[in-house]
């Protein structure tokens, strides 16, 4: 009952009511994987707001949270712990559901705040390193169980006027990856973000196409697609 309270709040916006009643959903039932998805939403979500605030330490504080309820989510995912209600909204498991928002959590929040304190002169290169990383393993996690463009566009088409989950499609994962290569100062990375941005705007990501022109990708995969012939016996 705390946990669908928690998820009415958290869905409208009340996020301050939405943490108290999750807490209370958590101590009666601390590995819960779907109340613990809840969770790092909430708390994910809160971090944001102190990102945007540039509130550093408290969004890496509220973000370490989030992991940390993604994570028991996924340790406890079984697939026959999931209800007739949870199959519904998430009809292609969770798995790759968790693994995205454990990529975004490093990356949009964890990420963004270690640099934001590196740029005040207080550390925090190695931690933003490190979530980079984190980021790209996930995102890599989430590509291997994810279902279709087409499969999670047809689902929001027929959800759309029924209260269905908005699923993160494949095009945006591979953006996002590719985002966070393109971070990294190795040749190799910034290779594959284009690699990355080549195959997200192959499936209509606008986001990816701009990314992969600005950045001169064609020039980067020519010279690689080059290099592979050339080293052929």
């Known amino acids: 009952?705390?946990?669908?309270?928690?998820?009415?709040?958290?869905?409208i916006g009340n996020t301050k009511q939405a943490k108290r009643d999750i807490e209370k959903a958590i101590s009666l039932a601390p590995n819960h994987p779907h109340t613990n998805l809840l969770r790092g939403g909430i708390y994910e979500t809160i971090g944001?707001?102190?990102?945007?605030?540039?509130?550093?330490?408290?969004?890496?504080?509220?973000?370490k949270e989030a992991l940390d309820s993604y994570e028991k989510a996924l340790k406890n995912l079984k697939p026959n712990n999931q209800d007739l209600i949870m199959k519904r909204f998430f009809p292609f498991g969770l798995t790759y559901f968790i693994?995205?928002?454990?990529?975004?959590?490093?990356?949009?929040l964890l990420f963004r705040s270690y640099r934001g304190i590196e740029k005040k002169g207080e550390g925090g290169g190695?931690?933003?390193?490190?979530?980079?990383?984190?980021?790209?393993n996930h995102y890599s996690n989430a590509l291997i169980s994810a279902p279709t463009k087409k499969e999670t566009d047809k689902y929001t088409l027929d959800t759309k006027d029924k209260g269905g989950i908005v699923h993160t499609n494949i095009s945006d994962i591979y953006?996002?990856?590719?985002?966070?290569?393109?971070?990294?100062?190795?040749?190799?990375?910034?290779?594959?973000a284009c690699e990355d941005w080549e195959k997200s705007k192959k499936l209509g990501n606008k986001e990816a196409i701009n990314s992969f022109t600005s950045n001169k990708c064609w020039y980067s995969i020519n010279l690689v697609n080059?290099?592979?012939?050339?080293?052929?016996p």
């Open 126 to 136: 190695d931690e933003a390193k490190k979530s980079r990383i984190d980021a790209i």
């Open 175 to 192: 953006l996002w990856r590719g985002n966070a290569y393109q971070l990294s100062n190795s040749s190799s990375d910034q290779n594959k």
């Open 48 to 63: 944001l707001g102190f990102l945007e605030k540039k509130n550093y330490e408290l969004a890496i504080y509220n973000g």
């Open 1 to 11: 009952a705390y946990a669908i309270r928690a998820d009415n709040h958290f869905y």
């Open 226 to 232: 080059k290099l592979a012939m050339e080293a052929k």
């Open 99 to 108: 693994h995205t928002a454990l990529g975004n959590t490093q990356f949009d």
